[in-house]
């Protein structure tokens, strides 16, 4: 009986205008994603090879991770170029710095696609699915048979995602098959692990918004009314509570602004400047250089990680932000991930302050391992995934709470 | 008969129920975001003037001429229009290795969200069924049985639809603003209430262009089922998706050279070879002046030189010299070097601005980047305002390069031997960087394109609306 509704339900879908419009919308915006991040990939690609230091330069660069073509997150950030020099690390950002407008809009990535786009589209299949049949009729004629309410709810459920996920991952599929002829394009066996891990947590996410299209269709007694409510949730979890949230954590840990911590910085080299020409020790000078800067830092990144796990608390209030914590970290462009790195590159440039300016060594290569993937999950990306699936079946209990005592008349 | 059409939609729109959750969403998230942001404002300018102190600090101990001008550089305090629109003011600071993420990962959320997303899509949720709802309950065939054109019922609908749905949003805004106004850290002055008129006019036509948007789809449906669609799908298209690809297609479609490569290369022309040069020209220099001046040439130490420009007329006079034809020397060094670096950086420069150029022709397509750029420019926020900070930052700039001159040749006078770069001096008689707002009629000369094209699109989509209803087939 529970495949004979999911059935029906995928049957039914297939021939509406509904799927038409929403398979189109995804397969026009995935393909296009991929095309337009895969080319964004190529060119940082083919400028780190530009810019890739030679061996006596103490630079740490690293190369773009392709992952980012799916989730691009900090890989920009990440991907400038560090310059060890006496007084610390020379930053240069690229191409992306030199066009305003990229700071406008987020990236039309995979992961933003899914987020905005596919969550959406997921409500859209959840929220006529009981208050429309009511409304026809066909409720009533339904459980006039010999079924279990429970039965019509999971088959329901499972029908709407299969025809959902079904033309999800093909289209993402057939688009990275695309990606994969390009033989610039390098995919780790770990790459495509990760991958497939994002695509599953990707499915989660979609199934939650599935739920919950069907709980608050559950809920109301008219579609149109369903549509409107969850469209404002909409709104607020997948934009209202993860932005909000940052700023308000902000408010709670007092913490500099970027600014004040560059312009102190430069007052520190400036003011160490002087005070060489008067007493001439420059090692003596440039160590105080570089103690206190690292003090600086030292300060400014304890206070950083507080506003960082506060955020992601009060963050975490809205699922979209779990989605987005877990991906971004299992593809190595995350917050987490970001912060190892400079964590590596100041251990790079004390290693080369101690060798080459007091021991007068030569100069070390930088290299950068990306944490694995059981350290991600260790690290918060367990949690994000498990407050997902949490979130599944909450909505879907709730649901079949509502739906038992649901009048069908 | 237009009123009673008007009053009949205003009517149908209060007393439904998706009329109720707009309201009370408008005065939660507007109100929420309103009162965080002013918060966050006053942090900032806290912030602010925390820094301008510690500038302040230093320069009473330790300012010098050879690395001041990092120490004093310009920057733009908070506008009081942060607690309404945040535009470009995000500390993301990506060239200074502690940027900061958090933006990046989750934008952040302001009035221009609000409208941009909120607004359109609850335009589109009170149109979509505005036609083909009225056919399927059967009423748009009674209502044309009446005396009305259907020019009339159109426009009424339109009209009437504005109104109510503009209601919540201005009424939200203004509990917003007595937040803003209760708060005495926030102070608003004239130019501040004629640029939010101006934000609050944009938005109303940023508004009825998604309504007459809605209408037009519902115009083309029977059913509203089909509508809420189409409409959906072209909402994602417009607001969600092709401001985001515009800048990645204008940089796929117009490159420019790497950033990262240029600028270690203008770095190695102003430092490397610049310090090769100068030391080449001042040797030719001091050579030419050892020939005129041999006794300068004696190998004296500092203590005894000084000793010497004392006592000795003569001496002073050659040594005066020679210090400033070694100084011109080097200046020169620095001018070929400069502008050997700036014909790639210009080069750059100009590439750089093409491609923003092209994105932000390509974003302009949708209305939502239209809006935003029309607030973030008309709030001294968003590009305008980086400019125009640039530019008074330059003015400034030049003022102080006077001020430095003036002052290093004074200091020189003072004591010819000195290294007048590394000598501490005392600055508080310099010019401080003022900041100032552009006036807002040059800021709304600079936006009137984004009013133009969003009023074109309020055209296009109400004629295209007119079309499809007048060929609507009722029954």
């Known amino acids: 009986m529970f495949w004979s509704i999911a059935r029906k339900e995928i049957v039914s879908n297939l021939l509406s205008y509904k799927f038409f419009v929403v398979i189109l919308l995804t397969a026009v915006l995935i393909f296009t994603s991929f095309f337009i991040m895969h080319r964004d990939y190529k060119q940082r690609l083919s400028d780190y090879h530009l810019i890739k230091p030679k061996p006596d330069e103490p630079i740490a660069v690293i190369p773009p991770n392709p992952l980012s073509i799916f989730v691009k997150g900090l890989d920009d950030a990440m991907t400038r170029s560090f310059e060890i020099s006496v007084i610390g690390v020379d930053v240069r950002a690229g191409q992306e710095s030199g066009n305003i407008i990229f700071s406008f809009f987020s990236a039309p990535d995979f992961i ?89 947590i990707s499915l989660i996410y979609i199934a939650l918004f599935l739920s919950l299209g069907i709980l608050i269709s559950t809920l109301t007694k008219k579609a149109a009314a369903s549509i409107v409510i969850l469209l404002f949730i909409w709104a607020i979890v997948v934009f209202v509570i993860p932005n909000l949230g940052t700023l308000l954590a902000r408010q709670i840990v007092d913490i500099p602004s970027v600014r004040a911590l560059s312009e ?56 979209v932000a779990s989605f987005i914590y877990a991906v971004t970290e299992i593809a190595g462009t995350g917050i987490g991930e970001e912060d190892c790195l400079k964590r590596d590159i100041i251990r790079y440039k004390n290693n080369i302050f101690q060798d080459v300016v007091i021991n007068k060594k030569e100069y070390p290569a930088f290299n950068y391992r990306y944490r694995s993937l059981s350290q991600i999950f260790v690290q918060g990306a367990l949690f994000d995934s498990a407050w997902l699936i949490f979130f599944v079946i909450l909505f879907f209990a709730l649901s079949y709470f509502a739906f038992v005592r649901y009048d069908v008349r | 008969m237009l009123g009673t059409i008007i009053k009949k939609e205003l009517l149908n729109n209060i007393f439904s129920f998706r009329f109720l959750v707009t309201f009370v969403l408008f005065i939660i998230i507007v109100t929420v975001t309103i009162f965080i942001l002013t918060d966050d404002y006053v942090r900032k300018v806290d912030d602010y003037s925390r820094r301008q102190r510690e500038i302040e600090n230093y320069l009473g101990k330790y300012a ?34 502690d940027n900061d993420p958090l933006p990046v990962i989750f934008p952040l959320i302001d009035l221009t969200f609000i409208v941009t997303i909120l607004l ?63 708060n005495p850290r926030v102070l608003w002055k004239g130019a501040d209430w004629g640029a939010f008129g101006l934000i609050i006019l944009g938005s109303i036509l940023y508004f009825t262009l998604f309504y007459c948007l809605g209408v037009f789809i519902s115009s083309r449906h029977h059913s509203s089922s089909a509508s809420i ?76 030189r000084e000793k010497r420009i004392a006592e000795d007329p003569d001496y002073k006079k050659a040594y005066l010299e020679l ?28 590439k750089e601005e093409a491609q923003e150029r092209l994105a932000a022709y390509i974003s302009m397509i949708s209305p939502l980047s239209d809006f935003t750029y029309l607030a973030t420019d008309i709030s001294s926020t968003g590009i305008r305002s980086q400019e125009h900070f640039g530019q008074i930052a330059g003015q400034w700039g030049i003022i102080f390069w006077d001020y430095s001159r003036k002052k290093i040749a004074s200091l020189r006078e003072e004591n010819p031997a000195a290294d007048v770069w590394n000598t501490p001096v005392d600055v508080s008689d310099m010019p401080r960087f003022q900041y100032k707002e552009e006036a807002l009629i040059g800021r709304f000369k600079g936006t009137l394109s ?26």
């Open chain 1, 112 to 200: 933003y696609i899914v987020r905005v786009v596919l969550s959406l589209v997921a409500l859209l299949f959840g929220f006529d699915q009981v208050s429309r049949e009511k409304e026809k009729g066909t409720l009533k004629l339904m459980l006039a048979n010999p079924l279990s309410r429970a039965k019509v709810l999971s088959g329901k459920w499972m029908g709407n995602f299969l025809s959902l996920a079904i033309p999800f991952l093909l289209v993402t599929l057939l688009g990275f098959v695309l990606l994969i002829f390009d033989p610039d394009i390098y995919f780790s066996s770990g790459d495509l692990f990760r991958l497939a891990v994002i695509l599953f």
């Open chain 1, 264 to 319: 102190k910085r430069e007052q520190i080299w400036t003011r160490e400047v002087l005070l060489i020409y008067e007493d001439k020790d420059r090692i003596a000078h440039f160590q105080t250089i570089h103690d206190d800067m690292d003090k600086l830092e030292e300060d400014y990144r304890n206070k950083f990680s507080r506003l960082i796990k506060l955020s992601k608390n009060i963050n975490r209030i809205s699922p």
């Open chain 2, 64 to 97: 010098h001429f050879n690395r001041i001008n990092n120490v004093v550089s310009p920057s733009q305090p908070p506008v009081p229009f942060y607690s309404l629109i945040r535009g470009l003011s995000s500390d993301v600071n990506i060239r200074e290795f």
């Open chain 2, 120 to 182: 359109s899509l609850i335009a589109l949720l009170f149109s979509y069924d505005s036609i083909c709802g009225e056919k399927e309950d059967g009423t748009l065939k009674l209502m044309l049985s009446n005396k009305f054109s259907r020019s009339k019922i159109i426009l009424g609908k339109i009209i009437g639809g504005t109104l109510t749905l503009i209601f919540p949003f201005l009424f939200s805004l203004i509990i917003g603003l007595l937040i803003i106004l209760l």
């Open chain 2, 229 to 304: 669609m189409t409409s959906l799908f072209v909402w994602v298209l417009l607001i969600l998706i092709i401001p985001n690809l515009s800048p990645y297609m204008a940089s796929i479609l117009l490159k420019t050279p790497s950033r990262i490569k240029i600028g270690r290369e203008v770095d190695r022309l102003q430092d490397v070879e610049r310090d090769e040069l100068g030391r080449r020209l001042a040797g030719e220099k001091r050579r030419e002046i050892y020939k005129k001046y041999p006794f300068l040439e004696e190998g004296l130490s500092e203590a005894e």
């Open chain 2, 323 to 350: 210090t400033q034809e070694v100084g011109k020397a080097w200046n020169e060094a620095n001018r070929i070097q400069r502008d050997k670096a700036s014909i790639i950086e210009n080069d750059l420069t100009r």
């Open chain 2, 450 to 475: 984004f009013f133009v094209v969003l009023i074109v699109y309020n055209f296009i989509f109400f004629i295209a609306a007119y079309f499809s209803f007048v060929k609507y087939d009722v029954r």
